[in-house]
Nanobody, 123 residues
Framework: VQLQASGGGLVQAGGSLRLSCTAS????????MGWFRQVPGKEREFVAG????????YYADSVKGQFTVSRDNAENTVYLQMNSLKSEDTAVYFC?????????????????WGQGTLVTVSS
């Protein structure tokens, strides 16, 4: 599986961005997915997760009510809608394929990762 994340950029505080992650391979529609973020010097942090058909989602407490994860299996794409962005949301955002049956919140449970897309929120 190959993952390509896009949609990052520079946005003012209070603004919105939508990240996309497009996957290659036949297994996307049966794969659970996750979004993580990382800032220099810190560990990769769980942001959101979504099950294979989009009926179950998971969020870090820090982004609940602010971010929304969704997916379009026909397009092999998972999205992260980010609203009311704050300076502390600045990070490189990664999408990843989740290992079925494991804890969504742990990075080690994601065997495949995209290259990351940088989100910078200016205050």
């Amino acid at each position: 599986v190959q993952l390509q994340a896009s949609g990052g950029g520079l946005v003012q505080a209070g603004g919105s961005l939508r990240l996309s992650c497009t996957a290659s391979g036949r297994t996307f529609s049966t794969s659970c997915m996750g979004w993580f973020r990382q800032v220099p010097g810190k560990e990769r942090e769980f942001v959101a997760g979504i099950n294979w058909n989009g009926t179950i989602t998971y969020y870090a407490d820090s982004v609940k009510g602010q971010f929304t994860v969704s997916r379009d299996n026909a397009e092999n794409t998972v999205y992260l809608q980010m609203n009311s962005l704050k300076s502390e949301d600045t990070a490189v955002y990664f999408c990843a394929v989740h290992m079925y049956g494991s804890d969504y919140y742990r990075a080690e449970n994601y065997p495949y990762w995209g290259q990351g897309t940088l989100v910078t929120v200016s205050s």
